[in-house]
């Protein structure tokens, strides 16, 4: 294939909005922010399961606190009603059986009220936990909110920039020969497509070429397609190619 130096040159700019072009898909398509909001989704979610642990765990001790609370109203209840029948009680018999049933309830409210104070402790760092893992999650969900805000935000910029590109690339190729640009969208499925070559060095695989290859080069028209033997990109050849 022939075409001139100056449509070839265009080519090194077609590769040049392609690459940008690939990277804003990627950037589209994979914004950096995804794979710690993936993560960031899996903490939460473990997170979660351990504050309803945690919250299941308060409750039950609200719940024990709740039922000792109504076990000491009961026995002061229990009380004040057997103070105000020994007050009033006449025999002996009964007046001592009054008593005796006062010492149990006040043993009882005594033993009830010991173990009141621990589950009022039990509960104040049942709550504490819960808490500490409220504020952990919500810092967790921050981030993930944040991230997904900038991930969106770079994704609908990528999503512009590669529209862009796009109206370039059809912008410059609109007046390169067909043939000369299906050849190189053929090759850069696999390589650059076109590169430079620069002091016998080829620009889209780094690759310094034999001489011998270089003498074939040396000796083709200015206006022949040449390839790079090694990635099979166009080569395109100026005055630094070193010929």
Sequence with gaps: MNASPEHQRI????????????????????????????????????????????TGARDDVRTELTRLESDVKLVEQRRARDAERLAAATNSKEAQALEHELASLAKRQSDLEDIELDVMGRLEDAEAAVAAQQALLG???????????????????????????????????????????ADYDRR???????????RGTCEGCRIVLPS????DIRRAAEDAVVSCP??????????????
Excluded: F, M
């Excluded at 810092?139 to 969106?152: H, N, W, Y």
């Excluded at 390589?191 to 430079?196: D, H, I, T, V, W």
């Excluded at 011998?212 to 003498?215: A, E, I, P, R």
């Design 11 to 54: 080519l090194l700019d077609v590769a040049d909005l392609d690459r940008r072009i690939a990277q804003a898909e990627r950037a589209r398509t994979k914004p950096a922010q995804a794979a710690r909001i993936t993560e960031l989704v899996a903490i939460r979610q473990e997170q979660l399961r351990e504050l309803t642990n945690l």
């Design 139 to 181: 810092t967790t969900t921050a981030e993930g909110s944040a991230l997904t805000a900038q991930g969106k935000a770079d994704v609908a910029a990528a999503t512009d920039l590669g529209a862009q590109l796009a109206r370039d690339r059809a912008a410059i190729t609109a007046n390169l020969p067909a043939g000369l640009l």
């Design 188 to 198: 850069a499925t696999n390589s650059a497509g076109a590169a430079l070559l620069i």
């Design 212 to 215: 011998t290859d270089l003498n």
């Design 230 to 243: 090694e990635c099979g990109c166009i080569l395109v050849r100026t005055e630094e190619s070193g010929l």
